[in-house]
């Protein structure tokens, strides 16, 4: 089964900051993958995904991530953060042989300082 | 508009009162799922349904039921709800099938306290 890792509970960037989110997952093959913000007390929006093609995609928001198929990693990267961005990350793995259905890492706290 | 909506968004009960979370979505989407988020822990899979009379075990299933009778509704039901089970819910749907991009679209969310 696939699974995913976000090394980083918390970060701290300060506004202006170029940002990174690691995010590192285990599957035998190329899986699909998700990268979801949640604001406090909001669901779950989706900034980007990755299926095929071009290993650098971009989202909404200004993100993007890059998918290192040596690394089996999908970080996710913003070269200026605001602080709107201030909000839980989750990275997510899915994959055909399990009916798509997502696992999620434990999520990544961002806190944009002035 | 395309949205998956829930109901209750709230909802505070007390220990083994049985109770239904409902969800439905209005894309006519095969795939539906519900997990649970939980601090420190990320989101956690609980059911997940292929299609209408297609269900199966996530990665959390006991304490709950799902039935998907319906291709747009997939409740969420606790016979006996219990403290553990406290939590903040999301049901998901995505489509599936040659060409689709398999991107799940989340609801807002249902945060359940069980005392």
């Known amino acids: 089964a696939q699974s995913v890792t976000q090394p980083d509970i918390h970060i701290t960037v300060s506004e202006g900051a170029s940002l990174e989110l690691r995010c590192n997952y285990s599957?035998?093959?190329?899986?699909?993958l998700f990268w979801y913000v949640q604001s406090p007390g909001q669901g779950l929006q989706l900034l980007l995904k990755?299926?095929?093609?071009?290993?650098l995609v971009q989202g909404i928001k200004g993100f993007e991530a890059e998918f290192k198929r040596s690394q089996s990693s999908f970080n996710l990267r913003k070269p200026s953060v605001h602080w709107s961005d201030a909000a839980e990350y989750f990275c997510?793995?899915?994959?055909?042989?399990?009916?798509?259905?997502?696992?999620f890492g434990k999520g990544t706290s961002l806190l944009v300082t002035p | 508009e395309a949205q998956v909506t829930q109901n209750p968004r709230y909802l505070i009960t007390v220990t083994g009162k049985k109770l239904t979370v409902t969800c439905s979505q209005n894309?006519?989407?095969?795939?539906m799922s519900w997990y649970r988020q939980d601090p420190g822990l990320g989101l956690r899979q609980i059911y997940y349904?292929?299609?209408?009379?297609?269900?199966d075990k996530g990665d959390v299933p006991e304490g709950y039921k799902v039935s998907r009778k319906e291709k747009r509704n997939f409740p969420l039901i606790l016979e006996s709800p219990s403290p553990n089970q406290t939590s903040l819910y999301f049901c998901?749907?995505?489509?599936?099938?040659?060409?689709?991009?398999?991107?799940?679209?989340f609801g807002p969310g249902t945060r359940l306290t069980v005392t």
């Open positions: 998901a749907s995505s489509s599936q099938g040659p060409g689709q991009t398999y991107e799940q679209y």
């Open positions: 599957y035998g093959a190329t899986p699909y």
């Open positions: 990755y299926f095929s093609g071009d290993t």
């Open positions: 997510a793995v899915g994959a055909p042989n399990s009916g798509y259905a997502l696992n």
């Open positions: 894309m006519n989407h095969e795939y």
């Open positions: 349904s292929m299609n209408v009379e297609v269900t």
